[in-house]
């Protein structure tokens, strides 16, 4: 993306603020291109060096990224609110958004009944001394995990599975450190890990989880943490499965220094089983989120591991944010008690089962590769992924380019297709938008 945004500064400090400046007014979006370091030096009048200082920097801290050849560009999610790229456009007309990654409003429980009954409940408003987990909802949670084979003995709540991981990370690693990530993986995450000031080291994924020979390389290679979906993994929708975890915990047992952090995201909404790689070293945690099943403005996620691990957890949150607000915790605990909710979600998980299988169905009959085991997503490997996504664009379908979920060492391109917003008449005609795109023939009007 060609972007007319002056950079100023002499020193290596004023350089890269004037870039977060850009990044932060929205002259910078995020994919811009910054200016090859011995241009900007030579239009600023300053030394290479000076200007290599500047994107080291803000490389560090998560807001650019440098790809080979591609140079220097801003983040897709840095970690700078924007005052004007913060304000998420409404999409365009008439245009299916299939590129959220976000689960479908209508497959949610309803919360109203429960909200209204936790404030019946509630015995007076909590203090600082009643605050943290909540009892009951712990008990719940800790029974759910160890229904599914997690050994369950510490166990906190964070804000969700991000910043359960978020935390993970800080409490175990230090800048610079590697981890090892999934490609492709989820875009936040390699956000997240970039802002952190860690190196990503990627592990590639097939639809059984994470590949036996890429965990081992990330090791030898120095990861200090590996991070695993357990289901629904985004983008690509593996799971790890029964061989691929007894595999993936062989070879850990060689590394038990290495923190494995769990993300089990999906939770009740997989009809697959977990198999879990728990305990297989000394530092380990699963982080179970609602977000999938109930809602993803619920902000929860439980968070189970190695004593010492849950203790700096809670233990550095407690410095900060304090707690998750005991109001979410009742809530919660009030929606995995209720029968029906148990019910909605289930449907709910049917109800994403058949979309991601006919949508895959779909594609395959039309010689195209889906992958879509479980979740919300299908990925699609295609030739040329921005021509594909611009096309789709035309015939009035958004999915997200697959770069988003890379950390740029694969030359394969991609997208991802959220099913979310798709009903089953929707499924055949997105699939000719998706052929024709690949195939170069035009836009087919889907929607
Ligand atoms: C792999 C993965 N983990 C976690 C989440 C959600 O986590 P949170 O609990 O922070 O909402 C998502 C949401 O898309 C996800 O794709």
């Known amino acids: 993306m060609a972007v007319r945004y002056q950079i100023r500064g002499s020193s290596a400090a004023d350089i890269s603020a004037s870039v977060e400046a850009g990044v932060r007014t929205g002259e910078l979006p995020p994919g811009a291109a910054l200016p090859p370091v011995r241009t900007l030096a030579a239009t600023l009048g300053v030394s290479p060096a000076t200007v290599a200082s500047a994107y080291r920097t803000l490389r560090q801290r998560g807001l650019v990224e440098t790809a080979g050849r591609h140079g220097t560009r801003v983040r897709s999610r840095p970690p700078v609110a924007g005052t004007r790229a913060a304000r998420r456009l409404p999409p365009a007309a008439g245009l299916c958004d299939l590129s959220t990654g976000e689960p479908d409003p209508r497959l949610l429980p309803d919360l109203g009944p429960h909200l209204r009954q936790v404030a019946a409940d509630l015995p007076a408003p909590a203090s600082y001394r009643d605050a943290g ?96 979906t357990s289901r629904a993994q985004n983008p690509t929708g593996a799971a790890v499965s029964a061989d691929r ?26 009809s697959v089983p977990l198999h879990t790689l728990a305990g297989t070293t000394a530092s380990w945690a699963l982080v179970r989120s609602v977000s999938k099943p109930y809602g993803p403005d619920l902000r929860l996620a439980v968070l189970t591991g190695d004593e010492a691990t849950v203790a700096r957890v809670e233990g550095r949150m407690r410095l900060g944010a304090g707690w998750t607000s005991t109001l979410l915790q009742r809530l919660v605990a009030a929606l995995w008690q209720d029968d029906q909710v148990a019910a909605k979600v289930a449907s709910a998980r049917e109800a994403y089962d058949r979309r991601r299988s006919a949508l895959c169905q779909a594609l395959t009959e039309r010689g195209l590769v889906a992958y879509g085991r479980t979740g919300i997503n299908v990925w699609v490997p295609v030739p040329d992924e921005t021509r594909v996504v611009a096309a789709l664009r035309e015939a009035g379908y958004a ?49």
Do not use: M
């Open 245 to 270: 975890c007894a595999q993936l915990r062989s070879v850990l047992t060689g590394y038990p220094q290495v923190l494995v952090v769990e993300d089990d995201h999906a939770a009740e909404l997989s």
């Open 399 to 447: 999915v997200a380019p697959g770069a988003l979920h890379r950390l740029g060492t694969s030359p394969e391109g991609a997208i991802r297709i959220t099913v979310s917003p798709l009903d089953e008449a929707g499924i055949g005609p997105l699939a000719d938008a998706v052929l024709a795109a690949v195939s170069g023939r035009g836009a087919a009007h889907g929607v």
């Open 133 to 228: 987990t909540w009892p009951e909802l712990a008990a719940l949670g800790r029974a759910r995990l160890a229904a599914d084979g997690v050994p369950v003995t510490a166990l906190t709540v964070t804000s969700g599975a991000l910043d359960g991981i978020e935390r993970l990370l800080a409490a175990h690693l230090r800048p610079g450190d590697r981890v090892a990530v999934e490609e492709p993986g989820w875009a936040n995450l390699l956000d997240l890990v970039a802002a952190l000031g860690l190196e990503a080291v990627a592990v590639p994924v097939d639809e059984d989880g994470p590949a036996v020979a890429g965990l081992r390389r990330a090791l030898a290679s120095g990861a200090r943490a590996v991070v695993v």
